[in-house]
Nanobody
Framework: QVQFVESGGGLVRPGGSLRLSCTAS????????MAWFRQAPGKEREEVSC????????HYADSVKGRFTISRDDSSNTVYLQMNNLKSEDTADYYC??????????????WGQGTRVTISP
């Protein structure tokens, strides 16, 4: 069974940047689509970004297009989310997710413990 450890969250000011990391264990993720989800207080979870295995395509929620970049380093079993020009509405817990399929979108079957991102002046 795959397990994830997310890191990189924190408190930053609007306009700032963060880079989230997700390191997997238990299985290699190189053949799977990987996604980042987030859940803000009082809101439903949403898929922020996804990267497919078969074609390497990336997908982004409209709210983060042009600001966030998902990437993967299969040699280290790690997925990243570079977040730039952060806004207050990006405040949420961010989770690394997969369903062990090869294409996006990803059903949130396997989750990490999450990393908290807080955007505040």
């Amino acid at each position: 069974q795959v397990q994830f450890v997310e890191s990189g969250g924190g408190l930053v000011r609007p306009g700032g940047s963060l880079r989230l990391s997700c390191t997997a264990s238990g299985t290699s993720i190189r053949h799977y689509a990987m996604a980042w989800f987030r859940q803000a207080p009082g809101k439903e979870r949403e898929e922020v970004s996804c990267i497919s295995y078969l074609d390497g395509q990336t997908h982004y929620a409209d709210s983060v297009k042009g600001r966030f970049t998902i990437s993967r380093d299969d040699s280290s079993n790690t997925v990243y989310l570079q977040m730039n020009n952060l806004k207050s509405e990006d405040t949420a817990d961010y989770y690394c997710v997969t369903d062990l399929s090869t294409v996006c979108p990803v059903y949130p079957r396997y989750w990490g413990q999450g990393t908290r991102v807080t955007i505040s002046p």
